[in-house]
């Protein structure tokens, strides 16, 4: 099954696109990473499969639907915005009560447990909450929701270290437990490497990778050895990025069958290896989808 698919997708502001051509599939039950540059279009992106914001061009389809067009449809999908939103005026336990007003699935004893494990005072008013309280009570709420999707904006940014990892492990705890699905875009590699099978690379606007990690990550090859060309390279392999000494050369590899040539040494990558290498190359080639499945 398919939480989102996106099809063409563009958003255009005034004369620039701020995301174009994007064609995704996002296979549900994944904790997908997405990752990118600042301006990339990452929130771009999430307020589209919310229903924040409408399309330009192409098409988007979330759990099935089109992005907020119907109260079913919000109640399958949960947002929390890269800011954070809270109404200051409000108390925690009144965030709890609207919440629970607001969504069929609403659990209230996961809200209220994580209030009470977080320390927050019920009848604090959100307006007087720190920034990382603040997103901790953004994320309770996504959390409660119980929605089938759940698409969260930097939604770490705020929180210590500690609250940080606290937090993903609550993530995971939903999808093993409930099925949940998640889009979470983050600049920390290290908590997506922990947290994420999926991963969506977005880099000027497009989509630069997207796959499963395990896929991504046995596809993706470093080749050392002695300087040459890299136009003498084999057609099943993609360059990504590329560095030379005078004697050698380190090839980072999109490669479609095993690397035989005996004068490479080949080594594995981490994710952030490919993170990175995606991010600063914006003309790496785009890899065919089908491939990686
Ligand atoms: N409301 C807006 N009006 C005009 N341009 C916008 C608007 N929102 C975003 N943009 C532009 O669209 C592009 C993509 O922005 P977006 O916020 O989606 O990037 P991002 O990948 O989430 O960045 P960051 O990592 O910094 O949060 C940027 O060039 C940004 O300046």
Same mark, same amino acid.
């Given at each position: 099954m398919t939480v989102l698919r996106a099809q063409g997708l563009g958003k255009k502001y005034k004369r620039r696109w701020a995301l174009s051509g994007c064609a995704l599939d996002i296979p549900a039950g994944h904790v997908s990473g997405l990752v990118g540059p600042n301006g990339a279009g990452k929130s771009t992106l999430l307020n589209l499969a919310a229903g924040m914001l409408t399309p330009t061009a192409g098409t988007i389809e979330v759990c099935g639907g089109v992005p907020g067009s119907g109260p079913g449809q919000l109640a399958k999908v949960g947002f929390v915005a890269q800011n954070t939103p809270v109404y200051p005026g409000l108390t925690v336990a009144e965030h709890l009560?609207?919440?629970?007003?607001?969504? %069929?699935?609403?659990?209230?004893?996961? *809200?209220?447990?994580?209030?009470?494990?977080?320390?927050?005072? %019920? *009848?604090?008013?959100?307006? !007087?909450? $720190?920034?990382?309280?603040?997103?901790?009570?953004?994320?309770?709420?996504? &959390?409660? !929701?119980?929605?089938? &999707?759940?698409?969260?904006?930097?939604?770490?940014?705020?929180?210590? %270290?500690?609250?940080?990892?606290?937090? &993903? *492990?609550?993530?995971?705890?939903?999808?093993?437990?409930?099925?949940?699905?998640?889009?979470? $875009?983050?600049?920390? @590699? $290290?908590?997506? #490497?922990? @947290?994420?099978?999926?991963?969506?690379?977005? @880099?000027?606007?497009?989509?630069?990778? @997207?796959? #499963?990690?395990?896929?991504?990550?046995? $596809?993706?090859?470093?080749?050392?050895?002695?300087?040459?060309?890299?136009d003498t390279l084999p057609a099943d392999q993609h360059v990504v990025s590329a560095s030379h000494t005078d004697r050698q050369t380190t090839v980072l590899v999109r490669a479609e069958a095993p690397v035989l040539d005996p004068t490479w040494t080949v080594g594995r990558l981490t994710l952030e290896d490919l993170v990175l290498a995606y991010m600063s190359n914006p003309t790496a080639a785009r890899p065919a989808l089908e491939v990686l499945r």
């Open positions: 009560r609207l919440g629970a007003h607001l969504n %069929p699935r609403w659990d209230d004893a996961l *809200a209220r447990d994580r209030v009470d494990r977080l320390g927050l005072d %019920p *009848a604090q008013h959100a307006g !007087k909450l $720190s920034g990382g309280q603040r997103a901790q009570l953004a994320l309770t709420i996504g &959390l409660a !929701k119980r929605p089938e &999707l759940l698409l969260l904006d930097e939604p770490v940014a705020a929180l210590d %270290p500690l609250a940080r990892r606290e937090f &993903l *492990a609550d993530l995971m705890e939903a999808v093993a437990e409930h099925g949940l699905s998640v889009v979470l $875009s983050s600049h920390l @590699v $290290s908590d997506l #490497e922990r @947290v994420c099978d999926h991963l969506i690379v977005l @880099v000027d606007s497009q989509v630069r990778v @997207v796959g #499963e990690v395990e896929d991504l990550l046995d $596809s993706h090859l470093r080749l050392t050895g002695p300087r040459r060309d890299l």
